[in-house]
């Protein structure tokens, strides 16, 4: 639902579409193809989470930067990608395929701060629901195929998986998954000293649920940010900075206390990064609330357009995807279980 409005101000897409609240047909790159996507057909950021997801459903437990790789060379064909992925991407399977070990490829990682790990590793939250600290970890693991630990782009990542986790447990809130996200907000920054004086993750989340505070409604929320980020079309994904777009997210679900629809429809009308902005603000709040807070309509049109996608790494429907990564989180349960007696 962002995607066909990523990239714009908040103005244009009141200009154009009044209120969007609907899944429309799109155009991606297109410099380089000029293929009309179906209402509901998922993008680059998505492309990634599914890799996730497999590799977690093949492992059917917590997966290894190894693991995600193995998953790329198998699965990815970079005829394909060009129209699903950005150039990056491809750079890192071509790289992954010519040797270099996959907890290497994030060092030739040149966006330290853009947004990627944190929009598409959802799975690395689900698979240790529960365990926030697991997730964290896990994301510092598996985000080495993204970036360096010094970057704030897996900084940001950790402190969201791990929220998603606690947002998993149960009888979370929206409180505990607040706090949840407080506590790792400074988790394992001391790998970062050298960027000290430019660390705000701290400041930047509490400047965020501040505003989800003092704000009536989404569209104010909306002004508060636009007041702080702007710009940054200057450089490649200047709109698409980790700091802006997770910050935002855990504003806007604390706005609308973990409500998924609510969440997706103010994160794509608040212009900017929007399909982004929708992952991590409706990921959260699915984590909490579940999928019955989304129309079926949603659900059931993003499925069609996937079973129609001649260019997506897998076409597992919705309902496939979290059923692989429930039994997947189970049989990593089962053994946990099965440790603790044999070492009681």
Same mark, same amino acid.
């Given at each position: ?183 790792? $907000? ?5 790998? +970062? #000293?050298? *960027?000290?004086?430019?660390?705000? /993750? @701290?400041? %930047?989340?509490?400047? &965020? ?30 709109? $698409? ?5 997770? +910050? #935002?997210? *855990?504003?806007?679900?604390?706005? /609308? @206390?973990? %409500?998924?629809?609510? &969440? ?81």
């Amino acid at each position: 639902m962002g995607a066909p409005v990523e990239g714009w101000p908040h103005e244009e897409v009141r200009r154009r579409h009044g209120l969007l609240d609907r899944l429309l047909p799109y155009r991606h790159y297109v410099e380089e193809t000029n293929w009309r996507r179906l209402p509901g057909t998922t993008e680059d950021g998505i492309e990634r989470q599914k890799l996730i997801s497999t590799a977690i459903i093949e492992k059917r437990d917590r997966i290894l930067a190894q693991d995600l790789v193995a998953v790329w060379i198998r699965d990815l064909e970079p005829r394909k990608m060009t129209y699903k992925q950005e150039a990056f991407d491809r750079s890192l399977l071509e790289m992954a395929r010519a040797g270099v070990p996959p907890v290497e490829l994030g060092r030739l990682w040149p966006y330290p701060n853009v947004v990627s790990m944190a929009r598409a590793s959802h799975p690395l939250g689900l698979i240790n629901a529960g365990d926030p600290r697991a997730a964290a970890d896990d994301t510092f693991e598996v985000g080495k195929v993204y970036g360096k630990e010094t970057y704030f782009g897996l900084r940001w990542g950790a402190l969201y998986n791990a929220a998603i986790a606690s947002a998993c447990t149960p009888g979370a809130t929206v409180e505990s998954v607040l706090a949840t996200a407080r506590e790792f $907000a400074g988790y394992r920054a001391e790998g +970062a #000293k050298l *960027f000290a004086r430019y660390d705000t /993750v @701290r400041s %930047d989340l509490d400047q &965020a649920l501040d505003f989800a505070g003092e704000s009536a409604d989404w569209r104010d929320l909306r002004s508060r940010f636009a007041s702080v980020y702007f710009g940054g079309g200057y450089f490649n994904y200047g709109m $698409a900075q980790a700091n802006e777009i997770v +910050a #935002k997210g *855990f504003g806007i679900f604390a706005l /609308v @206390r973990g %409500d998924p629809e609510a &969440a997706i429809i103010a994160a794509v009308n608040f212009g900017r990064d929007t399909d982004c902005l929708a992952a991590v603000a409706g990921g959260l709040s699915g984590a909490l609330s579940g999928i019955r807070g989304l129309p079926g309509q949603w659900v059931a049109q993003v499925n069609r357009a996937t079973r129609a996608d001649p260019y997506t790494n897998n076409r597992r429907t919705i309902e496939q995807t979290a059923d692989g990564l429930l039994r997947a989180f189970r049989a990593r349960r089962a053994r946990q279980v099965a440790w603790a007696r044999k070492m009681s």
